[in-house]
């Protein structure tokens, strides 16, 4: 039985909301994999920027020593831009899925050419970033595209979401040549399935993947190397 923490860096979330995710997130663990989803107490309502991970980072941080204090054998920072994960490793002796690292990982397994679907155009630069941070070939991007919606709105109405996300899928595949797509924002969470069945190549949906990944290193009894994320040295006042 693995017991696992799902972090989610958005500020203002709803329990009905949580719910919702926990309910969905149950739907593809293994039976008796108890999911505790919650979100960070202050901090921005979603992370489109540099600014808001870093604004964030102290309210995750809080979740995850929180979590790791009661007793969870896993954590998942519910974002693809990996708010805050090397900290978080230094905090904890758990595993600590960074949604971002996991799916590019994934997805190298799948494919050599591969594309990032994500909703801002803004946020190219920070793929980027995570591109160089998750130690995959940075030749195997082959492009970054956008459906150009904020965070907030994709849930808003869920049909539309799914059309653009499947017009710029389509794209990636005739005209940059991807084989295999990333789904590269949590609010697209349960739409894998449902684009993988339109474009006919891999969809890698962060949601359903960091929490398969989570539950594969509790039972595997692996964690984060001590070494590579050390604990901060305490200093005194």
């Known amino acids: 039985m693995a017991k696992i923490r799902v972090v989610i860096p958005n500020a203002g979330m709803t329990s009905a909301t949580l719910a919702r995710r926990e309910r969905m997130l149950t739907t593809v663990a293994r039976q008796g994999t108890l999911i505790s989803v919650c979100c960070i107490e202050g901090g921005p309502r979603s992370i489109e920027s540099a600014r808001d991970a870093v604004i ?23 974002c693809m831009s990996d708010p805050g994960i090397d900290a978080a490793r230094e905090i904890t002796t758990i595993p600590v899925i960074a949604p971002g690292e996991t799916c590019f990982h994934v997805a190298a397994m799948l494919a050599s050419r591969l594309a990032f679907l ?16 998750s130690r995959i070939d940075p030749s195997c991007l082959v492009s970054i595209r956008s459906v150009q919606m904020p965070v907030a709105q994709l849930c808003e109405d869920p049909d539309q979401t799914l059309r653009a996300v499947v017009q710029e899928a389509r794209a ?21 399935e449902r684009v993988q069945r339109e474009v006919r190549v891999p969809v890698i949906d962060p949601a359903f993947v960091s929490l398969l990944v989570a ?9 984060h190397s001590k070494s590579a994320y050390p604990s901060p ?4 006042d």
């Not at 990636?172 to 990333?182: R, S, V």
């Open 56 to 78: 964030a980072g102290p309210y995750i941080l809080a979740e995850v020593s929180k979590a790791q204090a009661e007793g969870y054998d896993a954590i998942i920072i519910y």
């Open 118 to 133: 994500t909703v801002l155009e803004q946020l190219e630069p920070q793929v980027s970033a995570l591109v160089r941070r």
């Open 172 to 192: 990636a595949i005739d005209q940059d040549g991807a084989e295999a797509l990333i789904l590269g924002c949590l609010g697209f969470a349960g739409l894998g």
């Open 215 to 223: 539950e594969l290193l509790v039972h595997a009894k692996l964690a």
């Open 233 to 236: 040295v305490e200093t005194a």
